[in-house]
């Protein structure tokens, strides 16, 4: 993921040269090479690719079997070049470049094994030609797609001419994980290991993630929150490589088809894009927020089996206000200011519209966009195209799958919860707007749902009589049962006012929810729910340890961050984390292979429901809201089976012909393993 084969532009254009290539057979899982003798003309190219090479992407939507492995196949499969047999042909196969899979490290060169390579007739002009181009073992050496290190068998140690160029033993993906394990045991500070495994994916991308999927809950808090908060930050200082695709407001309007089209996959499923104006609890951030949509799309392909090829980051450079950033001799984006609002959402509409010309199948996941635009965003494109924003509708989920699962073990009714939001940006709304449409589909009418609810943010309890304008967002939420003269400031005066038996924190605002506040939530509520969701650890409102101590054990707690667990009165209570971890994967899993035209939020609660249920008896026994991250491939299948079959009953995508949502979905799952690397001639 961290890396891609390639420039499409590195082909020669003459006739007389010869080129080699590689592909992959759809009906063998094997990687071959092969000599390519048709040479082909830039505007032939053009002709049947589009300009500037741009692959057609033809509609892709689910029709049962025909397109059942579809996901979790290599893009790279994707024909560049002479066309060898018809596209319709679901056994054709597809060529690419071999100068796209070594990239740069192809070398200048005259000869193979003594023979000349030049395809013309005479070598009398042969001076007027482009070179000709020699395979080398460093080109499949420095491809993180196809690269096994020590793990490339005898055979194509003999035929890429990799013998005495890697170390002679052939290990197996197991033992070189266990290598790296040790090596990233070894690295005591949390950052170490995130450059380390950065590292590594960008070298060898099925050890990396054979890395992640071996202890995923280990490397989770390395690889996301809270390691890649820090790692954001120091992005520019710590950049070893570069990843995904950067897009400049200012200097490429409109050439952001042409920058999209520089990307050599013609088969991206999933894009994770960021502006880096509010990167987790850490605001503005700009082109460093890169991080995020790199850690996001690693977790879609561990949790979720995305295919990494066909994954791809993005981040939108609009400027930064962060002075920091400007100042930073080393920041890697535009230092200046942020653009305007009409620079902004025709930057957003024109790239929205790129993706859906270059990739129409492709499901955008907004992230970190700043509170003032996400909920616009959301709109202005949902009912257009493949999209969701995760800080709005996936932590939404989870919380309120935490918020259905605690429900069912304090025993209360949905009905007379009074829940209280520390936190009214894109987040604590996203989820306050979710549960109300929760409770509305058990039986409450919406007002009587909103009146569930209280708000607080910077100014406190948000009211109609407050005497201020409200955001857009925050409007249907206001209370208009509190008179100008009781207005509430701080939260420990709405707390007892509102006396709530569930209290969120979206803030990051540390150390709020007080010794005081906990206490009385305690006395409100037999089992209190204290969720701090403020990411990264260093922000959340309390710990789990100060929440379960200050309640006595008996709150039912969980977090937007990871937290130890906590011995108490002879008992042991394992911390839930809300994390997005356990929606996004599931619903841009399901939403892709079924072929959703869109994510609605009823799809969104399918996913909540569904998370709810899988919490077993003995999970929240130990105080646990969310179940066994070690569990994580089996939850996003179920999750994903969940949100296909709600948009089949919205008319969102075709029904099944045969077969079982479970079954669709693993079928299209990518497991991280070697495949044999075939040749049809000598190199």
Partial sequence: MLSRIGFHNLRPR???MSFITHYYSTSENTVNIAEDS?????????????????????TRRHQSKTNIHRHNEDPFREHIGTSRQSSS??????????????????????????????????????RSKPPTFRYTPQALLSNPSFNKGTAFTEDEREKFNLTGVIPPVIESLEQQVARTQQQLDGFPVPLDKYIYLAALA?????????????DLKGCLPIVYTPTVGEACQKYAHILRGHQGLFIDAKHHKGKIDTILNNWPVDDVDIIVVTDGSRILGLGDLGVNGMGIPIGKLSLYVSAAGLHPARTLPITLDMGTNNQDNINDPLYIGRKEPRVGDEEFHATVDEFMSAVKQRWPDCLVQFEDFSTDHAFELLARHRERQLCFNDDIQGTAAVVLSGFIAATLQNGMDFKD????????????VGVAELIVQYLQQQGLTAEEARQCFWLVDSKGLITSTRGDKLPAHKVGLQRHDVPADEQKTSLLEVVKYVKPTCMFGLSTQPGTFTEEICNLLASYSERPLIFPLSNPTSKAECTAEQAYKWTNGKCIFGAGSPFDPVELNGKTFLPGQANNLYIFPG????????GAKRVTDEM???ASETLAKLVTK??????????NLDRIREISVSIASAVAETAVKQGLANPLEEGTMEDLMRANMYYPKYHPIQTDIAL
């Fill in 618 to 627: 003995e999970e929240a026994e130990l105080g646990m809201v969310y179940p």
């Fill in 38 to 58: 048709d040479a082909y003309d830039r505007d032939d190219f053009d002709t049947r690719h589009g300009p500037g090479g741009q692959g057609q992407s033809q």
């Fill in 587 to 594: 619903l841009g899993l399901g939403s892709l292979v079924i």
């Fill in 202 to 214: 960008r070298n060898n991308e099925t050890l990396f993630y054979a890395t992640l999927l071996n």
């Fill in 604 to 606: 969104v609660m399918a």
């Fill in 14 to 16: 003459s006739s007389q």
């Fill in 89 to 126: 042909d679901s056994n054709s196969t597809r060529h690419v470049d071999s100068e796209i899979m070594a990239g740069l490290n192809l070398q200048p060169g005259s000869t193979v094994n003594g023979e000349s390579r030049l395809r013309s007739r005479s070598d009398v002009d042969r």
């Fill in 417 to 428: 919860h009074r829940c209280l939001f520390f936190g009214a940006g894109s987040a604590g």
